[in-house]
């Protein structure tokens, strides 16, 4: 662990990931991905991604998730530096949600979560006994879906089957849960209701560490307290939401004059009308 990292570790509230000049590029055409980013995410800390198209909030995200490696830099995720560790075992620790995600249809709920335990696409039957059975329910209880254990994973809702993966990515006590577009393609209803229960969760694990990689400031929870802006692969700005959701650092970040509100910790944003 580097002499930073170790200072970090030892902040009273704990580093979960501290990235040091972390390049990336291309492997095939040397193209340049990433490019000099410096990140410390704090246990606790709600964090906001937010860029363009083609920013680099995905390989961002992958780094964080140790799914894969900088091309040049340091990559320290729950102390454990990229390429000094059995990244299996790191990722066994870190929640991870994308709407990509492999899941059977067929699968009700509640097994779904229970692949969490185990990492696996199918279930392990023999490595899930009352305890684990048990936890399972808890999770979709505490994500508000309990009622949803039995429903076939296929014909759940977007938002309920958001709600689910997320259940099942906290089935390994994660210090840090990425999420990756979760409110994707979710109507309005259910979005509103992922958003409640991602703050229900801030409320319920003060020491839960989350990255939501998102296109819409709508979608931020009123527990998002950091953000993280990205253009070109470059940081523009980061830090507490106050200082970093401004119209002129949007404005900057997407490329068009973009105006933003907040009221009762939600956010909003928007363009004004060109006239000719």
Not at 108 to 130: F, I, K, N, S
Request: charged share 25%; with cysteine.
């Amino acid at each position: 662990m580097t002499r930073q990292a170790a200072e970090q570790v030892e902040d009273p509230r704990g580093a979960v990931v501290v990235i040091d000049d972390v390049v990336v590029r291309r492997h095939t055409t040397e193209h340049l991905i990433l490019d000099g980013i410096d990140w410390t995410v704090r246990a606790g800390e709600h964090w906001a991604l937010l860029g363009g198209n083609g920013a680099g909030k995905t390989t961002l995200l992958r780094l964080l998730g140790a799914l894969m490696h900088p091309t040049t830099g340091t990559v320290e995720v729950l102390g454990a530096r990229l390429g000094r560790v059995d990244v299996r075992d790191l990722r066994a620790r870190i929640g991870h949600v994308t709407t990509a995600q492999r899941v059977p249809e067929d699968l009700t709920a509640h097994t779904v979560v229970l692949t969490g335990h185990t990492g696996t696409v199918q279930p392990l039957w023999r490595r899930y006994d009352d305890e684990v059975r048990e936890r399972a329910h808890g999770l979709l209880a505490e994500l508000g879906v309990k009622e949803l254990a039995e429903r076939p994973y296929g014909v759940c809702s977007g938002g309920q089957r958001a709600r689910i993966l997320i259940a099942r990515a906290l089935m390994a006590d994660p210090a840090l849960l990425l999420l990756d577009e979760p409110f994707n393609a979710l109507d309005l209803p259910s979005r509103e209701d992922l958003i409640e229960a991602l703050f229900q969760l801030a409320e319920r694990r003060p020491r839960l560490a989350t990255v939501t990689v998102t296109h819409h400031l709508e979608e931020l929870s009123p527990a998002i307290g950091h953000a993280l802006l990205l253009r070109e692969g470059r940081i523009l700005a980061q830090g507490p939401v106050a200082r970093v959701l401004t119209g002129p650092q949007l404005t900057a970040c997407f490329g068009r004059d973009i105006t933003v509100t907040r009221r009762d910790g939600r956010w909003s944003a928007y363009s004004e009308r060109r006239t000719v």
